[in-house]
T-cell receptor, first 112, second 115 residues
Framework: LAKTTQPISMDSYEGQEVNITCSHN???????ITWYQQFPSQGPRFIIQ???TKVTNEVASLFIPADRKSSTLSLPRVSLSDTAVYYC?????????????FGSGTRLLVRP | DTGVSQNPRHKITKRGQNVTFRCDPI?????LYWYRQTLGQGPEFLTY????????KSRLLSDRFSAERPKGSFSTLEIQRTEQGDSAMYLC?????????????FGPGTRLTVL
């Protein structure tokens, strides 16, 4: 599975847009990019998944450039409740999906 | 709510004791996974089942660890002769094939403290 690199931590304020970038230089052709969110003492929660260009759902957007060597999770107008750890994962969504490999994630702190 | 459930949520035990955790997956999911998470780290894969068959075990799963999924429904993870290094959050996840492939949905975890 491709190794990912994310910032260790980020700070933001309520109402701002937050962009978390993940590098995955060795991403394979069949790999998808998936983001999970984790609050303290809870299991990770699926946020969004994409393969290329842009994906948007009710909570976030995922931007993937043409070379797919990085991706950016965008959280619009964050609130205090968005304070959490965010994990970027890459892998074949069928063959390797049984073994998610999490890095240390990005700790996002949203301040009032 | 029909999400993944885990019991107990917290377990404190003395070194050398055996402990067992239970995971109830989302009912229609045929895949079930166990992960372990220590403080400040992301979850680490331990093992996974497709229906009742245990298809892969990580090297992290020493001989003291055993997991079962009888009848392909709930699963149990047992740790024998616990050690202080076993203290962690044990997470269960389940999935089935959908339009996103096998997206994993996690339970709340069981936090184990070995004294």
């Amino acid at each position: 599975l491709a190794k990912t690199t994310q910032p260790i931590s980020m700070d933001s304020y309520e109402g701002q847009e937050v962009n978390i970038t993940c590098s995955h230089n060795n991403i394979a052709t069949n790999d998808y990019i998936t983001w999970y969110q984790q609050f303290p003492s809870q299991g990770p929660r699926f946020i969004i998944q994409g393969y290329k260009t842009k994906v948007t759902n009710e909570v976030a957007s995922l931007f993937i450039p043409a070379d797919r060597k990085s991706s950016t999770l965008s959280l619009p107008r964050v609130s205090l409740s968005d304070t959490a750890v965010y994990y970027c994962l890459v892998g074949d969504r069928v063959d390797s999906s049984y073994k998610l490999i999490f890095g240390s994630g990005t700790r996002l702190l949203v301040r009032p | 709510d029909t999400g993944v459930s885990q019991n107990p949520r917290h377990k404190i035990t003395k070194r050398g004791q055996n402990v067992t955790f239970r995971c109830d997956p989302i009912s229609e999911h045929n895949r079930l996974y166990w992960y372990r998470q220590t403080l400040g780290q992301g979850p680490e894969f331990l093992t996974y089942f497709q229906n009742e068959a245990q298809l892969e075990k990580s090297r992290l799963l020493s001989d003291r660890f055993s997991a079962e999924r009888p009848k392909g429904s709930f699963s149990t993870l047992e740790i024998q002769r616990t050690e202080q290094g076993d203290s962690a959050m044990y997470l269960c996840a389940s999935s089935s094939r959908g339009d996103r492939g096998f997206t994993q949905y996690f339970g709340p975890g069981t936090r184990l403290t070995v004294l």
